[in-house]
């Protein structure tokens, strides 16, 4: 079972914390294959679209388009999940209220976007992915940075309480 986020994309049910209700059966459910681009009908004004990395069905109300050869699932993903590809499908989409709008095939296939040679997406995707595990391990640094200052925090407070360390003379030095 998988599912469709403007967060992340396509991924596993299983690996997300989901308070709806389960349908009873999966009748109806859509095949998807790795490689698929899969739209939540629903939510694709908000982004909620990707590729799928894996196998799997998706519910009824999700479209599922099966990429041409001519284009690369790495880069097909990047495009869809930027916010100007989600304005676009917005702008495709039908609806009463801006938050019921639906993303619909045959408006689907409407929208343009730009399908360079095949190296060139490729060359595209990996520029991408570079930059993702680049920002990935720039946070990671950032969050042990972050729990080393709690930690040192932490650790001069209760110096300061339990006398370790005398810091009587600092506020009025600060003060000056």
Do not use: C
């Amino acid at each position: 079972m998988l599912t469709v986020s403007h967060l992340t994309g396509v991924t596993p049910r299983s690996e997300k914390t989901v308070n709806m209700f389960e349908a009873e059966t999966n009748e109806g459910y859509k095949k998807v294959a790795k490689g698929d681009l899969v739209i939540n009908t629903l939510w694709a004004w908000m982004g909620a679209m990707g590729v799928s990395s894996n196998n799997g069905i998706v519910s009824p109300a999700y479209h599922v388009y099966s990429p041409r050869p001519s284009i690369h699932s790495d880069y097909t993903n990047h495009l869809v999940r930027i916010p100007n590809f989600a304005r676009e499908a917005s702008r495709w989409s039908k609806g009463v209220w801006s938050s019921r709008l639906r993303l619909y095939p045959q408006e689907m296939f409407q929208i343009l976007f730009p399908v360079p040679p095949m190296e060139e997406q490729q060359q595209i995707s990996k520029r991408i992915l570079e930059y993702e595990l680049k920002a990935d391990r720039l946070i990671r640094e950032s969050e042990r940075a972050i729990d080393l200052l709690q930690e040192r925090r932490t650790a001069l407070i209760s110096a300061a309480v339990t006398g370790k360390i005398d810091v009587r003379g600092v506020a009025t030095e600060e003060a000056t």
